[in-house]
């Protein structure tokens, strides 16, 4: 997250803040004094606790769900559903809140709801005139925070390239050269020299007089130049950063220019044509460049998630499985007895299975088959109901009465709390496959392993008894990695307490 980045999320978690405590004092004044639906019941320290519970709800909600997506690229649609999912998102931790600390006030249904209106209210109007303030009324122009743009490119980019660059609102492209010389010449050259014609004077610059010039691409983006001789152009003109885009070039053809842009303190962004071929025949989403012992390196992946949120996934991992374990000791103790009676053995199955990116690890499960299943399955594989490398089938003969019971359940996957304390599975994630099925893997399979394995997964709560198919469960998990934030996760966890409660898609 560069600066300015990080700017907008705070003067927006400030705007926030600000429409809060507002919308808490109009809707506690108007509750008390105009419609008189609060009175004297609850004490100073409730009220206390309930000002604490709201700010840990904002908090949690802001910090923890908040996507981090710049200011200046949401629309003003997408602007309004997300302040609509902001407000829902933080009165109901908040009444979650006052449930866990038994507080009365959660029983003032009125007041919550007046400050929930009136929070999403001023969310509205804060957060658009904010956005105003930061890209001047959607004009670059008279944006506080405009960053002034030139392009050198080539005629046949130009009105894409340009076109591109000007979704974001704070960035101001005063001008484009043209290159059609180089596409020729295979190389260019420039002058230090140069100087611009009286019509390209700073006078006319400062006091914002029309300038002729060639042409126009993008709509008002002029052309300053159609060859490349625009370093006097830069250093006359107010410009933050200058776009190189060009389709091939040689180091040599760039590095007199970057050295002069760099020595002047503008900011340069150059293509890399090798790079350009590769996005074009790929299915990577993100790059980033970064020097590694002295030699500048590309990395590319497909998904790359927020580390932040990762390491809160992984400490809601932790205490999910410290409480996880704690609530499955009596039940698993109470589960032995029947369990062992009917078919005597060890209490736990342990299977080697293929974790994140292929890592092994020893899963963890109450044993629900009898001994020898693992021997029996050879047996079985022509009754496989899964098209593709997985094993499932109706009625297995190898499950015991018991372990159909607690399959039911889902008592059987308790011990995998262990797994995600060790840190070999995470709470949610997806299916980790055994060592046999890995091996059997096309390379686009593995994907599906980039991430944490998990207890429960997109897969177990889409009806997994009616997916058959394999690839549907590759496709299910790849939704889950490409689209994941934490957000997600609480919503499979709260599906899978309602399929686990309901035993949907259980066997």
């Not at 020898?372 to 089938?393: C, I, S, T, V």
């Not at 109706?394 to 709390?417: A, H, W």
């Not at 599906?448 to 394995?453: A, F, Y």
Request: proline fraction near 4%; hydrophobic fraction near 45%.
């Amino acid at each position: 997250m560069d600066k300015r980045i990080k700017t907008q999320f705070w003067l927006e978690f400030a705007v926030d803040i600000f429409s809060l405590t507002i919308s808490f004092a109009v809707s506690y004044f108007f509750s008390r004094y105009a419609l008189h639906k609060l009175d004297d019941t609850e004490t100073g320290l409730q009220w206390t606790v309930c000002i604490f519970c709201l700010i840990v709800a904002f908090l949690i909600s802001y910090f923890l769900f908040h996507k981090g997506v710049d200011i200046r690229q949401r629309n003003k649609i997408g602007e309004f559903v997300n302040t609509i999912k902001n407000d829902v998102l933080v009165f109901l931790i908040f009444i979650a809140l006052l449930a866990v600390v038994k507080n009365p006030i959660i029983n003032r249904r009125f007041f919550i709801g007046c400050a929930s209106v009136v929070f999403l209210f001023l969310t509205t109007i804060t957060r658009y005139y904010l956005k105003r303030w930061l890209t001047g009324g959607y004009s670059p122009a008279k944006s506080k925070i405009t960053s002034y743009v030139g392009v050198l490119t080539i005629k046949d980019r130009a009105e894409e390239f340009i076109s591109g660059l000007k979704d974001d609102w704070s960035i101001k492209i005063t001008g484009v050269a043209l290159l059609d010389n180089f596409v020729e010449n295979g190389r260019f050259t420039y002058d230090k020299d140069f100087e611009f014609g009286s019509e390209y004077t700073n006078e006319k610059i400062r006091t914002k007089k029309k300038i002729r010039f060639p042409h126009i691409v993008a709509e008002d983006v002029p052309v300053i130049a159609t060859d490349i001789r625009f370093i006097d152009w830069i250093r006359k003109t107010p410009l933050d950063e200058v776009f190189i885009n060009l389709p091939y070039y040689t180091s040599s053809d760039v590095f007199e220019i970057v050295e002069e842009l760099e020595g002047m303190g503008v900011t340069v962004h150059l293509n890399v044509p090798t790079l350009d071929n590769l996005l074009d025949e790929s299915n990577f989403n993100n790059i980033n460049c970064k020097i590694y012992s002295g030699y500048p390196l590309a990395t590319f992946a497909p998904t790359v998630h927020n580390s932040t949120s990762l390491a809160i996934k992984r400490f809601v991992d932790i205490i999910g499985a410290i409480v996880g374990l704690i609530i499955s000791i009596p039940i698993i103790a109470i589960t032995a007895i029947p369990l062992l009676i009917e078919s005597p053995g060890p209490l736990f199955f342990k299977q080697e299975r293929v974790g994140q990116n292929g890592r092994l690890f020893n899963i963890y499960k109450l044993r629900s088959m009898y001994k020898d299943a693992e021997e029996r399955k050879k047996e079985l594989m022509a009754q496989n109901k899964m098209d593709g490398l997985m094993f499932k089938m109706d009625n297995d003969p190898r499950i015991t009465k018991v372990g159909r019971v607690i399959r039911k359940l889902s008592i059987d996957e308790l011990p995998q709390f262990f797994n995600v304390l060790k840190g070999d599975m995470s709470l949610v994630g997806t299916r980790p496959p055994t060592v046999r099925e890995f091996e059997q893997y096309e390379n686009r399979h593995k994907r599906r392993l980039s991430m944490r394995p998990g207890i429960t997964g997109m897969w177990q709560v889409s009806g997994r008894s009616n997916i058959n198919d394999f690839e549907d469960v590759v496709k299910l998990d790849c939704e889950y990695i490409d689209n994941w934030n934490l957000l997600l996760d609480v919503k499979i966890l709260l599906k899978t307490v309602k399929v686990v409660l309901t035993h949907e898609g259980a066997e």
